[in-house]
């Protein structure tokens, strides 16, 4: 079985500009999860999606990042535009049903400068 | 933090010796998860406890969960230099359905 995927693994970008980070799940994981973490700290929830539907998006930041899941499929986190505080590694993370484990891929290192 | 806090927030031990973590929450839970992440990996699941049980073992992994003082606690018996990594709690809210995490405790055996 295909792990979760991510892509890229690394991003450095510069202040203002715009970058997408994709997240390929497990297939027929339902359940699909966005979390990021700054150096030395928590690992932060950002949103969570129920098949293509956003079931809890409390996390998200600001209105500068935006989350979509075409299809109930792959997903997509953009940030636009990019601040230094968005540095940090992006994880995403899938499950067939919620309350079960989560497998997570291995994360893209987003460094804005 | 959003929900688990860990401790010690580093550990440093000798192979062969055991590794205890601990993990403290706010809020009544239904479940709580520990993972494992390697340096540059993703998290990996170790094991979940529910909260109606009060110690659950998986090879030489044993946790234990006290709901009346919201908290867990990771042994790794017998540590070996592969269990160098970072470890993190994941509890979810009993009226929410994701899983929040703490800060970790980054783990390091010396062979």
């Known amino acids: 079985e295909a792990g979760v995927t991510q892509f890229p693994s690394h991003s450095v970008i510069e202040k203002g500009q715009t970058v997408t980070l994709r997240c390929d799940p497990i297939s027929g994981h339902d359940n699909l999860y966005w979390y990021r973490r700054v150096m030395g700290k928590e690992i932060k929830f950002l949103l969570h999606?129920?098949?293509?539907?956003?079931?809890?998006e409390s996390g998200m930041p600001n209105n500068r990042f935006l989350a979509e899941r075409t299809g109930g499929t792959y997903s997509t986190l953009k940030v636009q535009p990019a601040e230094l505080e968005d540095s940090g590694v992006y994880f995403c993370?899938?499950?067939?049903?919620?309350?079960?484990?989560?497998?997570f891929g291995s994360g893209t290192q987003l460094s804005v400068l | 933090s959003q929900q688990g806090e860990e401790d010690p927030q580093a550990l440093s031990i000798q192979e062969g010796e055991n590794a205890t973590m601990n993990c403290s929450y706010k809020?009544?839970?239904?479940?709580l998860q520990w993972y494992r992440q390697n340096s540059g990996r993703g998290l990996v699941h170790l094991i979940l406890i529910r909260s109606n049980e009060r110690e659950k073992h998986s090879g030489r992994l044993r946790v234990t969960l006290d709901t009346s003082k919201k908290s867990s606690s990771l042994l790794i018996t017998a540590s070996r230099a592969a269990d160098t990594a970072s470890y993190f709690c994941a509890t979810d809210r009993n009226t929410g359905n994701q899983f929040y995490f703490g800060t970790g405790t980054s783990l390091t055996v010396i062979p």
């Open positions: 999606f129920v098949k293509e539907s956003k079931q809890d």
């Open positions: 993370a899938s499950s067939r049903v919620w309350y079960e484990k989560l497998f």
């Open positions: 809020t009544s839970i239904n479940n």
